[in-house]
T-cell receptor, first 115, second 112 residues
Framework: GAGVSQSPRYKVAKRGQDVALRCDPI?????LFWYQQALGQGPEFLTY????????KSGLPSDRFFAERPEGSVSTLKIQRTQQEDSAVYLC?????????????FGPGTRLTVL | AQKVTQAQTEISVVEKEDVTLDCVYE???????LFWYKQPPSGELVFLIR??????QNEISGRYSWNFQKSTSSFNFTITASQVVDSAVYFC?????????FGAGTRLTVKP
């Protein structure tokens, strides 16, 4: 399809496990964003890439969270030593160019449950 | 710091009623962008509208309309003649650059 895709759609991890969440943005989109959405809340910004450069990671909650986009297309969000409070839906979005005034297209999200 | 407040947590209306979803924002920047997104039960966020801080014209798109008032820092969203398919969570968001800040959302239920 032509939209943003994310995999896996659902992930169950035992506390302490590492997880990797993948995002395939829309082809040609320069900007890529990660958000965390807790149950009943709005999405919270985590990090932003322009091509392969991570320009803003101010929203990453701890050093257990790491994101990369090495070739400027696919991105991976990695969470090390998962904790129960990491349980949330992780949303990826992409936009054509500059982040503010361009519409962000969102993927379906990965629902992470940490037991 | 930028902040978005959606005071209405849940709204329930009967089909064909009009409904307004409130959004109040805070920012120190003079240049910023406001957005509304819809999140249906399927979970995927759907873009509805984008507004920049220099454009206070109201906008109408079919049954949807938006009222942007800088004087009160509000960007309200009205659905006219609501339909069951409008049932969803609606998010207002503010962006000064990359980090889009979302409100907590308003869950709208439209009953037949």
């Amino acid at each position: 399809g032509a939209g943003v895709s994310q995999s896996p759609r659902y992930k169950v991890a035992k506390r302490g496990q590492d997880v990797a969440l993948r995002c395939d943005p829309i082809s040609g989109h320069v900007s890529l964003f990660w958000y965390q959405q807790a149950l009943g809340q709005g999405p919270e910004f985590l990090t932003y890439f322009q091509n392969e450069a991570q320009l803003d990671k101010s929203g990453l909650p701890s050093d257990r969270f790491f994101a990369e986009r090495p070739e400027g297309s696919v991105s991976t969000l990695k969470i090390q030593r998962t904790q129960q409070e990491d349980s949330a839906v992780y949303l990826c979005a992409s936009s054509f160019s500059s982040p503010s005034y361009n519409e962000q297209f969102f993927g379906p999200g990965t629902r992470l449950t940490v037991l | 710091a930028q902040k978005v407040t959606q005071a209405q947590t849940e709204i329930s209306v009967v089909e064909k009623e009009d409904v307004t979803l409130d959004c109040v924002y805070e920012t120190r920047d003079t240049t910023y962008y406001l957005f509304w997104y819809k999140q249906p039960p399927s979970g995927e966020l759907v873009f509805l509208i984008r507004r920049n801080s220099f454009d206070e014209q109201n906008e109408i798109s079919g049954r949807y309309s938006w009222n942007f008032q800088k004087s009160t820092s509000s960007f309200n969203f009205t659905i006219t003649a609501s339909q069951v398919v409008d049932s969803a969570v609606y998010f207002c968001a503010l962006s000064e650059y990359a980090d889009m800040r979302f409100g907590a959302g308003t869950r709208l239920t439209v009953k037949p």
